[in-house]
């Protein structure tokens, strides 16, 4: 019975034995190893040997980024106003050796580095910039925790600042604020759109009356040509006319000219004509200079015969 304690206790002491001798690391995580309290070595993802009682893991580190949000932090802005900031920043441990023995908790040292440049860096800035400036604090934010976390083996990855929020009061007055500019932007549109309506109709209104001058221009040029080529036309009419009647006259002429007839003939023929246009009804007609010249030697004759009993006076005086 004794010797069956005795081998159990045996078996019992080897397992732990073996237990405390073999440490399996998960994929992206490391452990400090000490060996009687001093830093020994760091074990690698996988299986590891250790000498029990001697070696001790005190610490197991993940090597994945991380992510820590930074308590809400009170802040004055240069303006004196009281804002809150939320922040959170991403990190990865890179030497797990520093990390382990340079701080004790590297992660409240990041958050309390956090906590004192965001109170920093909104304190020189008015609160409007803080509101639009984000990327500049986060920036800001980030050159401080890199300065001061490269000697505890971490990496800052990223800072990003979550929220601003300002005093109640202070937001209602944003909100006036910001309605009031929704407001004005959209009566400044209202107002543009009018004015570009006002133009395009003042445009076409100018096109439109261009238009109709240029109608009646073009109405009254067309008109004045007709008008033109209607008189031009009737000129030539009776220029054609006339020189239609010169040329029967001439044509006339020289048939007279070509029978031989000479000038008693033609003054005869004058007079004779005299006679049937006083016969007629007209009140007005041309004489021609042969026919002149025949009537005043009429007139002579009948003077003659005025005191001469010769019967051929009255001839005369049938003739006048």
Avoid: C
């Avoid at 920043?89 to 580095?113: P, S």
């Avoid at 109405?219 to 209607?230: D, T």
């Avoid at 220029?239 to 031989?260: F, H, T, Y």
Wanted: proline share 3%; glycine share 6%; net charge neutral.
């Amino acid at each position: 019975m004794v010797n069956l304690i005795v081998g159990l206790v045996i078996i019992i002491l080897v397992l732990i034995i073996l237990l405390r001798a073999i440490r399996i690391i998960p994929q992206q995580k490391v452990a400090i190893v000490e060996r009687l309290g001093k830093y020994h070595a760091t074990l690698q993802p996988g299986i590891n040997f250790l000498i029990p009682f001697v070696d001790r893991v005190s610490r197991v580190l993940d090597l994945r980024t991380q992510q820590v949000v930074v308590p809400p932090q009170m802040v004055i802005t240069k303006d004196n106003v009281q804002i809150s900031i939320d922040t959170v920043f991403f990190y990865t441990v890179v030497e797990a050796q520093r990390a382990t023995y340079n701080i004790q908790d590297f992660v409240q040292g990041i958050q309390n580095v956090t906590a004192a440049n965001v109170r920093q860096v909104a304190g020189h800035m008015e609160l409007d910039e803080t509101l639009s400036g984000r990327d500049k604090i986060s920036m800001a934010l980030r050159i401080a925790l890199d300065e001061v976390t490269e000697s505890w083996g971490v990496r800052i990855d990223r800072v990003e600042v979550v929220d601003i929020k300002p005093p109640r009061e202070i937001q209602d007055a944003m909100e006036k604020q910001m309605k009031a500019e929704r407001e004005k932007r959209a009566n400044v549109l209202q107002a543009e759109g009018e004015r570009q309506a006002a133009i395009l109709r003042a445009e076409g209104e100018k096109q439109s009356a261009i238009l109709r001058a240029e109608g009646e221009r073009e109405s009254n040029i067309r008109r004045a040509e007709g008008v033109r080529q209607a008189q031009q036309l009737e000129a030539d009419g009776r220029g054609q006319a006339i020189r239609l009647v010169a040329e029967a006259e001439k044509n006339r002429i020289e048939l007279l000219k070509s029978a031989g007839l000479d000038s008693n003939v033609l003054t005869y023929q004058s007079f004779e004509a005299l006679q049937g246009i006083a016969n007629g009804q007209a009140t007005t007609f041309f004489v021609p200079t042969e026919a002149v010249g025949v009537l005043s030697a009429l007139g002579a004759l009948k003077t003659a015969a005025a005191g001469s009993p010769n019967p051929k006076a009255n001839i005369v005086d049938e003739i006048l």
